[in-house]
């Protein structure tokens, strides 16, 4: 077993986790709490202001684990997808003044029935990104939804298919993220985490609570549902992966607790479960 | 394409998309809509009685296309295990008795975290029910459930997996039930039902709308959502499957409306959509 210093260097708090706080609100809890990472949202950048925000992380010390979110590719009109694909540039920009070493991708839904054409317009997006990520010094975090999010939010919605789409470039330009709640029920989940060794580019932490309140807002805090963390989150390490782990939680009831208890309660039920 | 009355000939009223009606009224309602086939539910055929449930189904000239469900084999001890086998035996002989060629099995979800544990035990849930089914010239379908019903109701979530599991015996023995509102999001989809042939033991056909209102009462009518229906239609009839098609919706609006409306309208759809 890794020791609790080992743990608290690698815990990261994925800004949504703590809704109601603003960017600068977060970073101060988590410095607060003694949490070394933090995933940061573009909409809260936007709040604050890039260069604002980029002060603050570095003046509480912070570590950006990674910025969410580009993707949302497909799109009806090739003009739309091509405002897409400026918007994608954009939050890499973003990422790279906050010294983000990762974009997370949540790549889009169909605008129509063609899940299919959707999938292709991923993938050529992904494919135009990629020199101008590497420019920045971006990597692209292909996050693999769980499929009730395929007709709203993400055609990509196994970690196959992630692997499948990441594999056609290196490791330093495109890897996959690894969500526990978009993947845990996956029964080929333990061997697409080993074909992606070395591809991993994120680890993210929640629950799944029985019985599950809501699609979306139904996440719940580790512990309190049925996913097998450990055994998910050693497996991940087991092919390699040592890099920040993100907790992030989308559930109303967390987001309306108080930002320094959620952190603490968080703290714990990452050391006793995860 | 086919004619209208392939389609007529085809068409399968899953009982359970006219909730509020008694089997009586389900079965009276399908042969004044002309509907040929009806796919049964253990609870409605408990209510009205076994005898009488196969009197009326056989009175009102309609066929069965199957008994929804067996199933639910995992739980934390051995006597519930036994338990759960003594009641698919039960299906089965309802099964039988009923005409049914096919009991649906809902696999079932597992009792804590220790989701392979509940994969093997539906394994062998489904080992100790075969050679009784056969013995009663009942076929047992797996249906794989959408990921999002894993930790409550199937760890059976893809037709890869159901596919694996079937093929462990003939398909006179045991093959896969295919429902759109499952498995339409699935990367593997084409090349699984293309696997499935010879297998496909029912298809049911519904909607995913969106935004999704429910994850268990959010199906909607044929039509309604992004399925790509006649797509996946044409797929499971391409690789040899000219069974029943079954409509079956879990929709509290569609319940709330009189039945023979609900039926001329599902038809309408089936004609256009599926």
């Not at 933090?38 to 260069?51: F, N, P, S």
């Not at 790279?96 to 605008?111: H, W």
């Not at 999938?119 to 971006?138: D, K, S």
């Not at 845990?184 to 932490?205: E, M, T």
Request: aromatic fraction near 6%; charged fraction near 25%; charge should be negative.
């Amino acid at each position: 077993m890794e020791s609790m210093d080992d743990a608290r260097e690698r815990l990261s708090l994925n800004q949504i986790t703590t809704e109601r706080w603003s960017l600068k609100e977060a970073v101060e809890g988590s410095a607060r709490a003694d949490i070394p990472w933090i995933g940061l949202w573009r909409h809260k950048v936007a709040e604050t202001g890039l260069a604002e925000s980029k002060r603050l992380v570095r003046d509480a010390g912070l570590s950006v684990s990674s910025l969410c979110r580009g993707g949302m590719f497909p799109a009806a009109s090739a003009d739309e997808r091509r405002n897409k694909l400026d918007d994608n540039r954009r939050a890499i920009e973003e990422a790279s003044e906050l010294g983000a070493e990762v974009l997370v991708l949540v790549c889009g839904a169909a605008p129509d029935r063609d899940i299919d054409s959707a999938r292709q317009w991923v993938e050529e997006g992904i494919a135009q990104l990629v020199p101008f990520a590497q420019a920045h010094g971006i990597r692209l975090g292909i996050e693999p939804l769980h499929p009730m999010f395929a007709a709203e939010r993400s055609v990509v919605v196994t970690l196959a298919q992630a692997n499948a789409m990441a594999e056609k470039y290196t490791p330093q330009q495109v890897g996959v993220i690894i969500d526990v709640f978009h993947v845990w029920w996956d029964p080929d989940l333990y061997v697409q985490i080993k074909r992606a060794s070395g591809r991993i580019l994120g680890f993210h932490v929640s629950d799944w609570i029985v019985p599950t309140p809501d699609m979306l807002m139904g996440r719940g805090m580790m512990g309190d549902g049925v996913i097998e963390l450990r055994r998910i989150r050693k497996a991940v390490e087991a092919v390699g992966y040592q890099g920040p782990i993100e907790v992030e939680i989308f559930n109303q009831t967390i987001w309306d607790q108080a930002g320094d208890e959620v952190l603490a309660l968080l703290k714990t039920r990452f050391a006793r479960h995860v």
